[in-house]
């Protein structure tokens, strides 16, 4: 299946999305649609929102307040974009300057404050208080994640644990709470929901496992980013945390000396050392082990075309490019 059959079952949910992801930014002072806009408009692929949108229709939901849920999580993504490129200073975006490169850090913090209280403000027009209840757990779980990178920054000291940790706050557990949100709008039952739960926080560790790896392994033009943005950050991802256990000492306190600086000068040595560590392949299996988990996750759930995509995503996060 390609990317683009994935979306099919819900195509035209995903244009009503698009119609209410524009329609609630509305606002009065320009300059928060302008930096809205241009985040939303920077090419990505709305995973989040078409995951609440496959989980609804798998579980047979009929009503169309899906929509406004898909969009509501588009925003806590976004804004949580807007946030990171804050705290990272990062500068470009799936290949495009930043908000905060064009308009400044206060401006980006703002917006994003913004879209964090605008969704909530439509979840409460949604109504549905054991959706609410999980996504107000999912987004205090995301601040907590983002605190823990932080706090891991220029750790070389990072365990394993550590980093599964921070990776399961500031990324999986969106992933997670679109799928259970999506489940729970549609009243499905215990066993759906938490089928889909776990299916989405599984997907969500392996997309961000693909992320880190790919961090060493891709080119800036095909990532949109810039190669070695995370040791750059002194971020402790997991290639380097499995070379630094199995590299020899002159290896490992070179990479413990990058992390330590945010040090990319050395940037080709490093990738040389991951690779022969199998590092690279370390990541890319325990990535392969957490989509075949999710795979297994959906039991519970009845075979339909929209189980189908939620499967396939698997493979997508697998073979991702950017």
């Not at 929901?193 to 392994?217: C, K, S």
Request: aromatic letters at 4%.
């Amino acid at each position: 299946m390609q990317a683009a059959d994935l979306y099919q079952p819900v195509a035209a949910d995903f244009k009503q999305v698009d119609q209410a992801i524009f329609q609630h930014l509305a606002s009065n002072v320009p300059l928060v649609e302008k930096i809205g806009e241009h985040i939303i408009h920077s090419g990505g692929k709305r995973l989040r929102p078409l995951l609440a949108l496959l989980a609804a229709r798998a579980c047979g939901y009929q009503g169309n307040q899906h929509i406004t849920l898909a969009a509501v999580i588009e925003f806590i993504h976004t804004a949580t974009l807007l946030h990171d490129d804050v705290v990272d200073t990062s500068s470009l975006r799936r290949g495009k300057p930043t908000a905060n490169n064009k308009w400044g850090n206060p401006s980006s913090v703002l917006v994003g404050d913004f879209l964090y209280s605008r969704s909530f403000e439509m979840l409460v027009g949604i109504g549905h208080i054991p959706v609410m209840e999980t996504l107000s757990r999912a987004t205090s779980i995301i601040a907590e994640g983002e605190v823990l990178q932080l706090l891991n920054a220029k750790n070389p000291d990072t365990s394993e644990i550590d980093y599964l940790q921070v990776i399961l706050g500031k990324t999986a557990m969106l992933f997670e709470a679109a799928c259970k949100t999506g489940a729970q709008l549609a009243a499905a039952s215990s066993e759906e929901i938490e089928g889909l739960r776990l299916f989405g926080r599984h997907l969500g560790i392996a997309f961000q496992l693909i992320d880190d790896l790919m961090d060493y392994t891709g080119d800036a033009d095909t990532m949109g980013k810039n190669v070695g943005d995370d040791l750059a950050e002194g971020k402790p991802t997991l290639p380097l945390i499995h070379a630094m256990a199995t590299g020899s000492k002159d290896e490992r306190n070179l990479i413990r000396k990058a992390i330590r600086k945010g040090d990319t000068g050395q940037l080709p040595q490093i990738q040389a050392i991951i690779e022969r560590c199998g590092s690279l392949a370390y990541t890319q299996q325990m990535a392969e082990r957490e989509t075949e988990q999710a795979i297994t996750a959906l039991g519970p759930i009845k075979d339909s075309e929209y189980r189908q995509s939620l499967t396939s995503l698997c493979q997508l996060a697998l073979a991702r490019q950017n």
